[in-house]
Protein backbone atom coordinates (compact mmCIF):
# COMPACT_ATOMS: atom_id res chain seq x y z
CA UNK A 1 0.00 0.00 0.00
CA UNK A 2 0.93 3.16 -1.22
CA UNK A 3 1.12 6.24 1.57
CA UNK A 4 0.63 9.92 1.50
CA UNK A 5 0.17 13.04 3.78
CA UNK A 6 -3.61 12.96 3.71
CA UNK A 7 -3.46 9.28 4.79
CA UNK A 8 -1.78 10.67 8.18
CA UNK A 9 -4.58 12.81 8.76
CA UNK A 10 -7.43 10.09 8.04
CA UNK A 11 -7.78 6.81 10.01
CA UNK A 12 -5.69 4.43 8.24
CA UNK A 13 -3.07 4.58 11.20
CA UNK A 14 -5.79 4.57 14.11
CA UNK A 15 -6.48 0.72 13.12
CA UNK A 16 -5.70 -1.87 16.01
CA UNK A 17 -3.56 -3.83 13.29
CA UNK A 18 0.13 -2.65 13.86
CA UNK A 19 2.06 -1.18 10.54
CA UNK A 20 5.47 -0.74 8.88
CA UNK A 21 6.41 1.91 6.87
CA UNK A 22 9.05 2.90 5.12
CA UNK A 23 9.68 6.40 3.95
CA UNK A 24 12.13 6.41 0.54
CA UNK A 25 13.03 8.65 -2.11
CA UNK A 26 12.92 7.71 -6.04
CA UNK A 27 16.38 9.48 -6.15
CA UNK A 28 17.95 7.71 -3.31
CA UNK A 29 20.62 4.46 -4.51
CA UNK A 30 20.06 3.11 -0.47
CA UNK A 31 15.96 3.34 -0.94
CA UNK A 32 16.32 1.17 -3.99
CA UNK A 33 18.52 -1.68 -2.56
CA UNK A 34 16.71 -1.74 1.04
CA UNK A 35 13.37 -1.64 -0.16
CA UNK A 36 12.76 -5.29 -1.65
CA UNK A 37 13.99 -6.84 1.24
CA UNK A 38 11.79 -4.45 3.36
CA UNK A 39 8.58 -5.73 1.11
CA UNK A 40 9.67 -9.80 1.28
CA UNK A 41 10.62 -10.03 4.91
CA UNK A 42 6.92 -8.50 5.64
CA UNK A 43 5.42 -10.18 3.06
CA UNK A 44 6.54 -13.31 3.61
CA UNK A 45 5.57 -13.20 7.39
CA UNK A 46 2.77 -11.38 6.16
CA UNK A 47 2.74 -8.55 8.26
CA UNK A 48 1.05 -5.46 6.79
CA UNK A 49 3.47 -2.95 5.03
CA UNK A 50 3.19 0.59 3.68
CA UNK A 51 5.34 2.50 1.60
CA UNK A 52 5.83 6.52 1.34
CA UNK A 53 7.57 8.34 -1.19
CA UNK A 54 9.48 11.89 -0.39
CA UNK A 55 10.87 12.34 -3.68
CA UNK A 56 9.54 15.45 -3.32
CA UNK A 57 11.27 17.61 -0.85
CA UNK A 58 8.24 19.67 -0.78
CA UNK A 59 6.47 16.45 0.77
CA UNK A 60 5.09 17.80 4.47
CA UNK A 61 5.60 14.23 5.64
CA UNK A 62 9.60 15.37 6.00
CA UNK A 63 8.92 17.44 8.52
CA UNK A 64 6.04 15.86 10.25
CA UNK A 65 7.82 13.05 10.50
CA UNK A 66 11.08 14.67 11.15
CA UNK A 67 13.13 12.72 8.54
CA UNK A 68 16.25 13.45 7.91
CA UNK A 69 17.51 10.26 6.02
CA UNK A 70 15.89 7.80 3.59
CA UNK A 71 15.27 5.28 3.54
CA UNK A 72 13.49 5.51 7.46
CA UNK A 73 10.99 2.70 8.80
CA UNK A 74 8.67 3.27 11.60
CA UNK A 75 6.00 1.28 12.90
CA UNK A 76 2.57 2.76 14.09
CA UNK A 77 0.75 0.97 16.35
CA UNK A 78 -2.72 2.00 17.11
CA UNK A 79 -1.41 5.66 15.26
CA UNK A 80 0.88 5.98 17.91
CA UNK A 81 5.25 5.58 16.75
CA UNK A 82 6.23 2.55 18.43
CA UNK A 83 9.68 1.82 16.32
CA UNK A 84 11.85 3.81 14.31
CA UNK A 85 15.03 2.84 12.48
CA UNK A 86 16.67 6.05 10.65
CA UNK A 87 18.89 5.60 8.03
CA UNK A 88 22.57 7.03 8.23
CA UNK A 89 23.96 9.50 5.98
CA UNK A 90 25.75 7.74 2.64
CA UNK A 91 24.97 4.01 3.84
CA UNK A 92 20.71 4.11 4.44
CA UNK A 93 19.56 1.36 6.51
CA UNK A 94 20.82 -2.37 7.05
CA UNK A 95 19.16 -5.39 6.01
CA UNK A 96 19.37 -6.89 9.90
CA UNK A 97 16.67 -3.40 10.24
CA UNK A 98 14.28 -6.67 9.56
CA UNK A 99 14.84 -8.10 12.46
CA UNK A 100 14.01 -5.55 14.70
CA UNK A 101 11.09 -4.44 12.55
CA UNK A 102 9.93 -8.39 12.76
CA UNK A 103 10.22 -8.43 16.66
CA UNK A 104 8.46 -5.02 17.33
CA UNK A 105 4.98 -7.22 15.72
CA UNK A 106 5.40 -9.38 18.59
CA UNK A 107 5.76 -6.85 21.04
CA UNK A 108 1.76 -7.40 23.01
CA UNK A 109 -0.10 -4.13 21.70
CA UNK A 110 -1.40 -1.99 25.21
Known amino acids: MDLTADDFEGTILK ?9 TASWCP ?3 MFLPVFKS ?4 KKLPYATVDLSSYDNPLWETFEIEV ?3 VVI ?3 G ?8 KYGRGLSNNVMDDVIREFSVPQT
Open 41 to 44: SLSE
Open 15 to 23: NKQSLAVVF
Open 70 to 72: VPT
Open 30 to 32: FCG
Open 80 to 87: QVSYRADG
Open 76 to 78: FKY
